[in-house]
């Protein structure tokens, strides 16, 4: 009866390194979560501009094109946080920020 803790240790281990072996990796999560956005949205992601795991999956900035206008730098685009759970499907998504192509941010100290 010794050894029974043991392999159950042994079997949590394995089940654990089993379980991140299964986890997709980031590029494959970050093409899901442009994928699934799309598919949500309706629009095209045009970029990333941040990417991290976090303790509950993932966290994604998301840039799409809303609208496309003459000239395209009069276009209209919208940064979208993404969150994805750890096997890198779609929980939730929301609008954090809208602006035309050729404007950048201004310029914060």
């Given at each position: 009866m010794a050894n029974t803790p043991?392999?159950?240790t042994d079997q949590n281990q394995q089940n654990q390194e089993n379980e991140q072996n299964?986890?997709?990796g980031p590029m494959a999560v970050l093409?899901?979560?442009?994928?699934?956005l799309?598919?949500?949205t309706g629009?095209?992601?045009?970029?990333v501009s941040s990417f991290e795991r976090t303790e509950e999956g993932w966290l994604l900035e998301i840039e799409?094109?809303?609208?496309?206008?003459?000239p395209d730098t009069m276009s209209l685009l919208a940064s979208?946080?993404?969150?994805?759970?750890?096997?890198?499907e779609l929980t939730g998504y929301r609008r954090v920020r809208?602006?035309?192509?050729g404007r950048s941010d201004p310029h914060k100290k």
């Open positions: 043991r392999k159950t299964e986890l997709p093409r899901a979560a442009q994928t699934q799309a598919e949500l629009m095209t992601a045009e970029s799409v094109l809303e609208l496309a206008r003459v979208y946080e993404v969150r994805l759970d750890p096997q890198g809208r602006y035309e192509r």
